[in-house]
Each structure stands twice: as C-alpha cells, then as structure tokens.
C-alpha cells in the first residue's frame, strides 16, 4: 500500500513538473526596454526588448510565442511576435534551455498615430504545448509615447518659408566692346577701321552715357593691345606697345569729342598666345588637335613658332586665316546704369506703376510693412507681368506667415502653374504637405527646391519630420528659429539649444514650450516652470498638452507644475 501511495505521489510531481506552472505567470522584471519610455523618432516608433528566462523555467516540452502590443485609447498596434521552444520540441525556433534559461533581444516598430501619445506597451504571451495552447497574463513593460518630434508640424508654422526675390540692381555694370585690326608689322590705326559698324557703335554708347548722365556714370574706356604670335619676341613687343599708345591716344580724342571727362587704361601683349589658342580650338583646321598638343609641349615662345611652322601643311591657313585676326587693339566703354532711388520708385509706383520694370514693382514690396500696400504691390505685378510667378508665390508666403493655409495653397498652386520648376514654389508646397504629416510629399517637393535660398532651412525641417536629426540640426545650425531650437534639443545638442533659445528675438508660445522640454531633459526645473507659464499664457491650449506630455512625468504631482496647467 505504501509502495503505490509512493509511486501515484510521484507520477503526479513529474505531472507538475512537466507543465511547468512557472510559465504560467511571466514578470515585468524579466523584460528591459530601451528607452524606457517610448519616443516617436520620424513618423515611427522604435524600441528594443532585452528579455530573458531564469534558470528552470522554461517547459521542455512547450513553444512560447510573445508578442509586443502598444494599446491606446480606441485601439492598439501589434508589433511582430517571437517564438521559442523549448528542449524537447522538434522544431525551427529558437532553444531555451531548462536548466540554463537564456536571454534575447527583439526590436519593435509602430507607425505613430496621435492616439499613441498616451499609450502602453505589453507583452502577450501564447504556450503551446502539443495540442494545448494556453494564454497566461500579459505583462506591461513601458509607458509611450514622447512626442516631442512631433511638433515639427507646428514650428514649420513660423519656418521662414521661400519669397520669390526680385532682381533689381541700383547700379548695373555695362560694358561695350570694339575690335581694331592692323595689318601685318603695323601700328598705324586706319581709318576704315575707325569706321566699322563695331566703332559706330562704340562711339553711339558713349554719346549715350555722355547725355544721360542722370543715370548713366562712366567708369573708363579699357584698351588691350595685341600682336599676333609670328615674328620675333622683340619684334612682336614693339609693335604691341606702339598699338596700344596709338589706341590709347584714339581712344582720349573719343572722350573728347564726346565732352567726357574719363580715364583711358591700357595694356598690351606682345604675342596674344591665348587668343592663338582659342581660334584655333574653334576653327575646322584639320591638324588643329597637333597644334593644340604643341602649344602645350612648348612653353618658349620661339620653340613654338618654330614648331608650328614645321607642319607646312597648314600654316598657310594659319597665316591666312588665324594670325590677322589676333592683330588688333580692344577697346571697352564700362559705365554704370544708375537706377532709380527708393523714393523715385515710390514716387512711380503711386502715379503710374506701369512704367516701372517687373524688378522695380516686385523691389517695391520691401519699401514698405504695411500687408495691405504690399499685397497691392503684388497684384499689380501679377496684372503687369502675368507670366511671372514671383508675386504669386509671395502672397502665398503672406498668406502663410498669417496661418491661412487654404490661400497660400491657391497661390503657390498658381505660381507653380506659371513656373512648374520655381525652387521657391516646391520649397512652399513642401511646407505645406509638412504642416499636414504628409512627410513623403514634403520629401519630393522639397528635392525639387534644394536650389532655393531658403532650401537649405526646408530640408533641415524634413529631416526632422523624418527623425534624422543630426542632419536637421546641422542644417539648421545658426538659423534663430523654433525649428533649429526644435532639432538641436532631439539631437540632444542642448547647450547649443540654450545658445540658441537666448538669440531668439520674437519667442513664441511654441519657443517657449520647448524651452520647457529643454529645461525638463536637462533637470532645469526654472525653465520648465518660466518656458511653460509664457507658453500657456500665449497658447493656452498647450496647458491640457503639457498636462499629458511625458516630457514632464515627474513634475505631474507638483502644486506648482499643476498651478501653471490650470
């Protein structure tokens, strides 16, 4: 009787120990999740599970299958699940060993949705032991979500997004050029030369700064004299120098004779090599690539010469149709158009915009900070110059800067109608699909408008929406904005947040919020009670935010964190 008391005793703790009841109640200190309170980064959710099974845990006969579930109010994301086995499962999953136990590591992602920023993480927990599947209690591991990356859709709000600029130039360099040519060995300027169409053109630029000297203004007239690379070094430098004095003094009889006061600076080259060259390379001589390599190989001036008048075969050609050309005098009229000051535009625009230039009406706009005036300035130039798509890109920035998103959207679609490829309208219509979440729109315009002034601040605030924030602060560097604040605190570069939180000269609720975050991750409680007070008193809508925002966890059950939320 004994004897079988003792064996029913034990069959039933074998019977025990093969179900083993300890997988029956997993514990959250057997997980670690890193960070320990989920983060958003970009548009996801990463984290990792370092987990691990204790010494006689794990059943030799079961499989466990764990998945990772975020929950959150109205729904919950299930990340991708892992299994082991245990010792004595034919199987293709991982070995736990019984005796041993043994640790692991899974990595987790979700695709955020805002409903996440106050969720939970668990793990849930399925055995399956031959035909048996049994589902124990799941375990909550981590809290989620920091969502400070998020408010990327609110600082490209005051991002300085992308104006159409104008082109006007007060003063513009003008240059007007003429050739005088001489035959072989002589200096002499002739008077068919003085004549050409070149000359008379010349001479009709002059007269023209001469009488309109309102807004005309001579800087001087350039001689550079040339002899051609034939002949003798010393030969060819006394020809040059005696062209270039003969022109010169031509060229003082013009201003004379134009009543100019000017200054006439001259040079000369004894053997114009550099212009041998350029005819040559754009002649159909057919050994020109030969001549090209001696001029190369050669550095002497004779040498080459000598080298060129060897290949027989062309230098007729050269003689006839090269060397002539490179014996002349150029002459440069340079003189500046005075444009109009700023009060003569003003004065034009009121009595008649029409005569002012696209350049002129467009420079116009930054003349004054009255909205109204400028977005008369605008219209008009769209009424003047239809075609054009600067003014309406820049009643979309206007329309924009005030929050009127829906305007801003109709403009910049119909800049880009004018102008499909206008860097600045991509720039725009990037910020717009960012305003939205729309990362991947924002991506494709914003490659278009890389060439954009204000490109490089667009890319920086998409590579923060898409969580590379090395690169956003980078960009970003020296940029005085919520954006560049925003990227520098998610690169954890907080004392250049600091540096840059002190530059700023207009904050904004939103400055001031993230001034609170800053002051949160770096255990300054000052800043998180100053940046929050400002905040909620400019934006009171961000008090129930901060309330729920994990940034601040710790300060939730402090009367005056809570005073300031009120």
Do not use: H
Request: net charge negative; aromatic share 8%.
């Amino acid at each position: 009787m004994l004897k079988k008391l003792f064996l029913l005793l034990l069959v039933a703790v074998v019977m025990l120990s093969s179900c083993s009841s300890k997988m029956k109640s997993m514990k959250a200190e057997y997980f670690t999740v890193t960070p320990g309170v989920l983060e958003v980064v970009g548009s996801e959710i990463p984290a990792t599970i370092d987990g691990r099974f204790p010494a006689k845990f794990f059943n030799k006969k079961s499989v466990l299958t764990i998945t990772p579930v975020l929950k959150y109010e109205g729904g919950e994301a299930i990340s991708e699940p892992v299994t082991f086995q245990g010792e004595n499962v034919r199987g293709n999953d991982r070995t736990i060993s019984y005796d041993n136990g043994g640790s692991f590591k899974m990595k987790i992602l979700y695709d955020y949705i805002p409903e996440m920023e106050d969720a939970e993480l668990y793990l849930r927990f399925v055995i399956n032991k031959g035909n048996k599947r049994t589902e124990i209690p799941e375990v909550k591991v981590a809290d989620g979500c920091i969502a400070t990356s998020q408010l990327y859709r609110q600082t490209v709000a005051t991002a300085n997004i992308a104006i159409g600029e104008d082109a006007f130039q007060r003063v513009i360099k003008q240059a007007k050029e003429a050739n005088i040519m001489f035959l072989i060995q002589q200096t002499n300027l002739r008077t068919s030369e003085l004549n050409t169409t070149e000359m008379k053109e010349f001479r009709a630029a002059l007269k023209d700064v001469a009488t309109d000297y309102e807004n005309k203004v001579l800087d001087e007239i350039k001689v550079s004299a040339y002899a051609s690379p034939d002949g003798g070094v010393m030969l060819n430098d006394g020809i040059a120098v005696v062209r270039e004095m003969n022109t010169a003094k031509q060229m003082k009889k013009e201003l004379k004779d134009a009543k100019l006061d000017g200054y006439v600076d001259s040079e000369y080259t004894a053997e114009d090599w550099e212009g041998f060259k350029e005819l040559i390379s754009q002649s159909n001589l057919p050994d020109k690539e030969l001549i090209l390599r001696l001029l190369s190989m050669y550095n002497d001036p004779e040498e080459r010469e000598q080298q060129i008048k060897n290949i027989s075969s062309v230098y007729a050609e050269l003689a006839d149709e090269i060397l002539p050309k490179l014996r002349r005098a150029r002459v440069t009229l340079n003189y500046q158009i005075i444009g109009r000051s700023d009060d003569q535009i003003k004065e034009q625009y009121a009595e008649n915009p029409a005569e002012l230039s696209l350049e002129e009406i467009l420079y116009s706009s930054i003349l004054t900070e009255n909205e109204a005036e400028q977005t008369d300035i605008f219209n008009t130039a769209i009424k003047l110059y239809p075609n054009d798509y600067r003014a309406y890109n820049n009643l979309g920035v206007m329309a924009y800067n005030r929050g009127d998103y829906g305007t801003a959207a109709s403009y910049f679609s119909k800049a880009e109608s004018v102008a499909k490829a206008a860097p600045e309208v991509m720039v725009n219509l990037g910020y717009l699909e960012l305003l939205e979440g729309n990362v991947s729109e924002a991506e494709s315009y914003m490659a278009k408008g890389a060439d954009a002034k204000a490109g490089d601040e667009a890319l920086g605030n998409l590579y923060i929406a898409q969580g590379e924030y090395g690169r956003a602060a980078a960009l970003l560097k020296g940029s005085k904005t919520n954006s560049a604040l925003l990227a520098q605190v998610l690169n954890k570069n907080y004392v250049a947040a600091r540096e840059t939180l002190e530059e700023m000269e207009n904050p904004d609720a939103m400055t001031y919020y993230i001034k609170a975050v800053l002051g949160a991750r770096t255990s300054n409680v000052a800043f998180v009670y100053d940046g929050l007070k400002k905040a909620v008193e400019l934006d009171p809508s961000l008090a129930k935010k901060a309330m729920g925002d994990l940034e601040f966890a710790k300060y939730v059950n402090d009367s005056t964190f809570c005073n300031i939320l009120k």
